[in-house]
């Protein structure tokens, strides 16, 4: 699911045709916009889900003509006259194999406030969206019902948050259909950088002139912040229509409210942090990790490592107050070059659900946590961060 407003996830996968994310939904600008997405089951039927907040159509009749496209393939056509929803049934025939999916929605009546009345806005609008799903679904028996176990993973990792090194955990997540929102899900994220920047509360990060954007040779925007030296991907390119005036608007609103969101999720104590750097770190490295988390809250660490021996492989265990340690079969190498397929996705799983079973079971009670949160000094300064947009 691609949720258009400002908080919302899935917005790596916008391409052209998109507006400026809006605090609640997002205008298309021009006669097409485009999302492209992996297949949620490469060959099944798809069902393709639109959600409408409003239309921009300042004559009669006041619609908006809707054509959807699945990889070029037409899978329906609408008249939207104002708030709705719509769905269509994606055939596997549908160019389904092919990933990834390009789902384009083609609005020919698009058109410009600025001819149709005062103000100075000359973008083509035509559609205020909310959300966008592409779900598999069985002809006879409707969308697929996840069972236990893919349940039970998809809540061990929306309630777990990756430090980094890089975004091999954000993809674990994204296989189980897990999208927390994190600061350093997709960041190349070193140890030695991570633990001042958490010490510092993040200080300075929202500044205006905190954020470098230079384009890689794939043409995708890569953001850099220049007090820290984290990396990012944007997910926007531009040879499919991303500027970089588009990703300085959305990188600096979406760092400043991502580094907010950390420091209360670390204030709070509501997840359970993860980090791995294949294997680099020691454990008195990792020590120190877990006190600048701790400087937060009663804070838990799982620290993933490569298991010496094949009969550790998924197992976790508590090495100390605050910290789990669990072993998995292997890391993609080199830590700045992943994918989002892995070979050692299994043991990384087990070690997702086993940590966060013994995490949620030593958890403090809530009357607990609070009595602990009264008793602790003033937190890092970064909890009272403000975006300042460029």
Not at 61 to 81: E, H, K, L, S, Y
Request: with cysteine; aromatic share 8%; net charge negative.
């Amino acid at each position: 699911m691609i949720d258009l407003s400002t908080a919302g996830t899935g917005h790596e996968y916008l391409r052209e045709g998109w507006g400026e994310l809006g605090e609640m939904d997002t205008w298309t600008v021009g006669q097409r916009a485009v999302v492209e997405v992996p297949a949620a089951a490469c060959g099944a039927d798809q069902f393709l889900k639109i959600a409408i907040a409003g239309i921009y159509a300042p004559q009669e009749p006041r619609v908006q003509r809707i054509v959807a496209r699945v990889n070029g393939v037409t899978v329906g056509q609408v008249v939207c006259r104002g708030a709705a929803s719509y769905e269509f049934f994606v055939p596997a025939s549908a160019g389904m194999l092919r990933e990834p999916l390009e789902v384009a929605l083609e609005l020919p009546d698009a058109c410009r406030p600025i001819d149709h009345g005062p103000g100075e806005d000359i973008r083509y609008l035509a559609l205020r969206m909310t959300k966008i799903t592409l779900a598999p679904a069985d002809a006879d028996a409707g969308p697929r019902t996840a069972n236990a176990e893919q349940l039970e993973q998809r809540e061990a990792l929306m309630n777990m948050q990756s430090l980094g090194i890089n975004c091999e955990f954000g993809f674990l997540q994204r296989s189980a259909g897990a999208e927390p929102l994190g600061l350093f899900r997709w960041t190349l994220a070193p140890l030695s950088k991570l633990v001042p920047a958490l010490e510092q509360g993040f200080e300075g990060l929202a500044n205006p002139d905190a954020l470098e954007i230079f384009m890689n040779d794939a043409t995708e925007f890569i953001v850099e912040d220049k007090l820290f030296g984290f990396r990012h991907h944007s997910f926007l390119f531009a040879s499919k229509g991303g500027t970089l005036e588009k990703v300085k608007r959305n990188e600096y609103l979406r760092v400043g409210l991502l580094a907010r969101s950390l420091v209360e999720e670390m204030r709070e104590q509501r997840k359970l942090f993860v980090y791995h750097d294949a294997g680099e770190s020691t454990l008195e490295d990792v020590r120190r990790l877990a006190g600048a988390l701790n400087r937060y809250g009663a804070n838990t660490l799982l620290w993933i490592v490569g298991a010496p021996h094949v009969s550790l492989v998924g197992e976790v265990r508590q090495l100390e107050p605050g910290l789990i340690q669990g072993y998995v079969s292997g890391f993609q190498l080199p830590v700045w070059e992943i994918f989002p397929v892995s070979a050692h996705r299994p043991s990384w799983l087990a070690v997702a659900c086993r940590a966060y079973r013994l995490w949620r079971d030593l958890k403090p009670a809530p009357r607990a946590l609070a009595e602990e949160s009264r008793a602790m000094p003033a937190q890092p300064s970064g909890a009272a961060m403000k975006v300042a947009l460029p």
